[in-house]
């Protein structure tokens, strides 16, 4: 079954740059998924970042739009999450996941990987 | 922005005890809520999806009920298990696709 693992530096300096690549194992990122990110900041609840489709086609959260890209890499079967400008808010634990196209869940999740703005 | 508010906070309950959950959404999601579970440094697991329809290898004491702007998730029979964090989420209407604050299930 397909299986998800999160990468990439568990500490980023303020104003600097976050990248994270999902890793999708046991499946094609070109099949009919949707492939998203999710962040938890340490102690609170959930929140939806965005998501991408093996075209290309991305939705984002408005609250981070300006910030996100989430990108493809079909070659390598992954996927990658930049956020610019970070600040201490940004610190998160960060999930990529998978939502079956024409379902309304995500249904494959990654272990999180754990991101430290400080410097 | 569909804002979904999760009741209660924090549920105390026991073993064997029946526990429910309630989302409730601030516009209508047709059948398209989704139910997670989230224990102490694990990633979230999907329970329901499409309000009713447990996922894969879910066991049958969750049920998810409900449609338009009130859910519920009942778990029949709490095993020790059980006690975790609860999340709705919505798929429906975006941007963004959101998530509820959480129900925390304790003993």
């Known amino acids: 079954q397909v299986q998800l693992q999160e990468s990439g530096p568990g500490l980023v300096k303020p104003s600097g740059t976050l990248s994270l690549t999902c890793a999708v194992s046991g499946g094609s990122i070109s099949s009919t998924d949707w492939w998203g990110w999710v962040r938890q900041p340490p102690g609170k609840g959930l929140e939806w970042i965005g998501e991408?489709?093996?075209?290309?086609?991305?939705n984002y959260n408005p609250s981070l739009k300006s910030r996100v890209t989430i990108a493809v890499d079909k070659s390598k079967n992954q996927f990658s999450l930049k956020l610019t400008s970070v600040t201490a808010a940004d610190t998160a634990v960060y999930y990529c996941?998978?939502?079956?196209?024409?379902?309304?869940?995500?249904?494959?999740w990654g272990q999180g990987t754990t991101v430290t703005v400080s410097s | 922005e569909i804002v979904l508010t999760q009741s209660p906070a924090t549920l105390s309950l026991s073993p064997g005890e029946r526990a429910a959950l309630s989302c409730r959404a601030s516009?209508?999601?047709?059948?398209?809520l989704a139910w997670y579970q989230q224990t102490p440094g694990q990633a979230p697991r999907l329970l329901i999806y499409?309000?009713?329809n447990r996922a894969t290898g879910i066991p049958a004491r969750f049920i998810g009920s409900g449609s338009g702007t009130d859910f519920t998730l009942t778990i029949s029979s709490l095993e020790p298990e059980d006690f975790a964090v609860y999340y709705c989420?919505?798929?429906?209407?975006?941007?963004?696709?959101?998530f509820g604050q959480g129900t925390k299930l304790e003993i």
């Open positions: 996941a998978r939502a079956p196209w024409g379902s309304y869940a995500m249904d494959v």
């Open positions: 499409d309000a009713s």
């Open positions: 991408i489709y093996h075209s290309g086609s991305t």
């Open positions: 989420q919505q798929r429906y209407n975006w941007p963004p696709y959101t």
């Open positions: 516009q209508s999601v047709d059948s398209h």
